[in-house]
């Protein structure tokens, strides 16, 4: 079984078998206390004896403001090491091109164009990708030379993944590229031909989920469109 939960932003909650595990998970400035609705989780969602690995992309405030810590001590946190954090026993640091086996999960950590990392997680037969910021950052205000660069950063960092079959990748659709925006997720899908694609990063506006699925009419990869927090798929 592989349960897939949309958070918030690029935040998702992964449950299989044996394992929840906890991508980017911020709280925002939702006024509710403790609801899935709300992109929170609690006791009620992880409270089932499954283990709980959480994992931290960056530092950027968009994907870490130390919620999620409220996920307890019994979590193992796989965080990125330009987070700055006082050393604990169930903090594991990574960087980019590191290998680690975390309570059972195979995780391999690949770079981002942006700062900090990516994730592709093998767990329960399952292998599960999270791009973090890693994407084709194509912004109408940069020079052609900024754009030529961003443009070579990414196609590197997909060199790196060729050959990593996916089953659920999780990867930004970020409207403020505007008419680029569905560039990386394009080619991302193409290259790496995931079964299921989830967009993220996209704050709330949902809609850019329904255009990316659209645009990418006729792929064999499944893209799922989102409409709120808290929506659930099982892969």
């Known amino acids: 079984m592989l349960k897939v ?23 925002d400035n939702c006024r509710k206390e403790t609801c899935l609705e709300c992109g929170r989780l609690s ?3 992880l409270g ?19 919620s999620v810590f409220q996920l307890g001590e019994d979590s193992s946190y796989v ?10 026993d169930n903090i594991i640091f990574c960087k980019e091109y590191d290998t ?18 990516s994730f592709y997680v093998q767990v329960d037969g399952y292998r599960i990708f999270h791009a973090g910021d890693l994407n084709w950052w194509y912004w109408e205000g940069e020079s052609k030379e900024e754009k030529e660069f961003a443009k070579k950063g990414f196609f590197a960092q997909l060199e790196r993944l060729k050959g990593k079959p996916v089953d659920v990748a999780m990867f930004p659709v970020d409207p403020r590229l505007e008419d680029a925006y569905y560039y990386g997720g394009k080619e991302y899908i193409e290259t790496i ?7 993220m990063h996209f704050q709330g506006l949902y809609s ?13 990869t499944k893209i799922i469109t989102l409409s709120k927090r808290g929506e659930s798929f099982e892969v």
């Open 79 to 88: 965080i990125s090491d330009d987070v700055q954090l006082a050393k604990k």
């Open 48 to 66: 089932n004896g499954k283990k709980k690995v959480a994992f931290v992309s960056h530092s950027h405030c968009d994907h870490f403001d130390g």
């Open 100 to 117: 680690l086996q975390v309570d059972g999960v195979l995780v391999e950590v690949f770079s981002s164009t942006d700062i900090g990392v």
């Open 5 to 27: 939960t949309y958070l918030f932003h690029s935040g998702y909650w992964v449950e299989t078998d044996h394992y929840h595990l906890i991508f980017d998970y911020v709280t």
């Open 208 to 220: 850019i989920t329904s255009r990316f699925c659209k645009k990418m009419e006729g792929t064999e």
């Open 193 to 199: 031909r995931p079964k299921v694609f989830f967009p």
């Open 43 to 45: 006791d009620k969602q």
